[in-house]
């Protein structure tokens, strides 16, 4: 079993629905969290960051994380044609220590 | 906010021969960075850890001779490919943790390498 495991897609949804992206995982050791965001031969930027259980909102977007059954998952909301990216989920243990991500997610908003 | 700046985005070269990649972090010191390697459609697979002034950290299965890591400073880290082959074709990524003055991790823009 994969330490993270998330569905590759592609998953296309039309413009203003409601995206739903999830990652499952099986190290419990796992305390932060995050989701990513990444263009086509483009480096990862960071959308959200979580520690422990729990939702954190930011504008169009919810992470959610529940440890107890090691399931997170990202939304967006009122998706937009320029939100059409790779979505990746990645965790780490402690603060600064490496972090392993999921294989991402290709998400297409269809206008 | 801070940036890690990484150079080339993209380089084409011969087999046998040997490339650098640096990645620069500007407004902010690295003490750690890592680097990671991404095949098309997938996902980002760490390399390895390099820490200012110490020998990095290789992972399981990475050859350390062939992918040698240098951080010398608290501002650059370097990944050098040596005698590359095409199956060293891929996308390299190299990041950096934001704490203390931050939360989570900043990534270079990436480097595209094809050997030929």
């Known amino acids: 079993q994969k330490e993270v495991e998330q569905d590759p897609g592609p998953l296309s949804v039309p413009e203003g629905a409601i995206v739903s992206l999830n990652c499952t995982y099986s190290n419990s050791a796992f305390q932060y969290f995050m989701w990513y965001r990444q263009y086509s031969r483009k480096g990862p930027e960071l959308l959200m960051y979580?520690?422990?259980?729990g939702n954190k909102e930011d504008g169009r977007f919810t992470a959610q994380v529940d440890k107890s059954s090691k399931y997170i998952s990202l939304f967006i909301r009122d998706s937009q044609p320029s939100d059409s990216a790779t979505y990746l989920c990645?965790?780490?243990?402690?603060?600064?220590?490496?972090?392993?991500f999921g294989k991402g997610t290709r998400l297409h908003i269809l206008p | 906010g801070a940036v890690v700046s990484q150079h080339p985005s993209w380089v084409i070269c011969k087999s046998g021969t040997s490339v650098k990649i640096e990645c620069r972090s500007l407004d902010f010191q690295a003490t750690t960075m890592f680097w990671y390697r991404q095949f098309p459609k997938q996902s980002l697979m760490l390399m390895a850890t390099?820490?200012?002034?110490?020998?990095?950290?290789?992972e399981q299965g990475v050859e350390k001779d062939k992918f040698l890591i240098n951080h010398a400073s608290l501002t650059l880290s370097t990944l050098t490919v040596t005698s590359a082959h095409p199956e060293d074709s891929s996308f390299y990524i190299c990041?950096?943790?934001?704490?203390?003055?931050?939360?989570?991790?900043?990534f270079g823009s990436g480097t595209r390498l094809t050997v030929v």
């Open positions: 979580t520690y422990s259980s």
């Open positions: 390099s820490n200012e002034g110490s020998k990095a950290t290789y």
């Open positions: 990041s950096a943790p934001l704490h203390p003055s931050g939360y989570g991790y900043t």
């Open positions: 990645a965790m780490s243990m402690n603060r600064d220590d490496k972090i392993i």
